[in-house]
């Protein structure tokens, strides 16, 4: 069984910018690709950001230029340097990670960003 743990989220002012950590614990064989979503009130879950073990990144367009994605996996954890935050930004941030065939997913930090 693998947890995984976010922190980082808040309240910011448009512009302003937030860095939001996820945390890997468990048994882990491995993990391979990890990766942040987002949901908004009323809206689907959405990928923003994913890496995989060798680093390489997907970004999705309306992050692109703004957020970064990074990992340490000798820590098993995956960031997610946001800035120039816009106020359609605000949604809970979800982690997530695969491990041989099994999605495991964070219970998710809350990004409000005010106009």
């Known amino acids: 069984q693998v947890q995984l743990v976010e922190s980082g989220g808040g309240l910011v002012q448009a512009g302003g910018s937030l860095r939001l950590s996820c945390a890997a614990s468990?048994?882990?064989?491995?993990?391979?690709?990890m990766g942040w979503y987002r949901q908004a009130p009323g809206e689907q879950r959405e990928l923003v950001a994913a890496?995989?073990?060798?680093?390489?990144?997907n970004y999705v367009d309306f992050v692109k230029g703004r957020f970064t994605i990074s990992r340490d996996n000798a820590k098993r954890t995956v960031y997610l340097q946001m800035n120039s935050l816009k106020p359609e930004d605000t949604a809970k941030y979800y982690c997530?990670?695969?491990?041989?065939?099994?999605?495991?997913w964070g219970q998710g930090t809350q990004v409000t960003v005010s106009s």
């Open positions: 890496i995989t073990s060798g680093g390489r990144t």
């Open positions: 468990g048994s882990i064989f491995s993990l391979n690709a």
């Open positions: 997530h990670a695969v491990s041989g065939p099994v999605d495991y």
